[in-house]
């Protein structure tokens, strides 16, 4: 059972950036996709980035495009999320997650292993 421990997460204002990080246990973390989740105060959880096994195919919601930007050091059992420009509406516990497979989709089915999540606080 893998253990995806994330953090990074913290109060920013408007227009600022935050780097999450979420380090992976075991020994077969190059052998999958990864993604991160958000979830906002009474909304759903919404995947917004994914990466494949090597990094080299990444994926990302229309909400984040442009401003986020997912990538992984297989050398370190680690996942990125490099968030710029931030806004209010950003506001939401940060999640990753790993895929059930190497390639990378955006489609939340595709992802289990869960970690315990980092909140992300934008101020106006």
């Known amino acids: 059972q893998v253990q995806l421990v994330e953090s990074g997460g913290g109060l920013v204002q408007a227009g600022g950036s935050l780097r999450l990080s979420c380090a992976a246990s075991?020994?077969?973390?190059?052998?999958?996709?990864m993604g991160w989740f958000r979830q906002a105060p009474g909304k759903e959880r919404e995947l917004v980035a994914a990466?494949?096994?090597?990094?080299?195919?990444?994926k990302y919601a229309d909400s984040v495009k442009g401003r986020f930007t997912i990538s992984r050091d297989n050398a370190k059992n680690t996942v990125y999320l490099q968030m710029n420009s931030l806004k209010p509406e950003d506001t939401a516990v940060y999640y990753c997650?790993?895929?059930?497979?190497?390639?990378?989709?955006?489609?939340?089915?595709?992802?289990?292993?869960w970690g315990q999540g980092t909140h992300v606080t934008v101020s106006s």
């Open positions: 997650a790993r895929g059930i497979s190497a390639t990378a989709g955006l489609v939340p089915g595709l992802f289990g292993s």
């Open positions: 075991g020994r077969t973390f190059s052998d999958y996709a």
């Open positions: 990466i494949n096994w090597s990094g080299s195919s990444t």
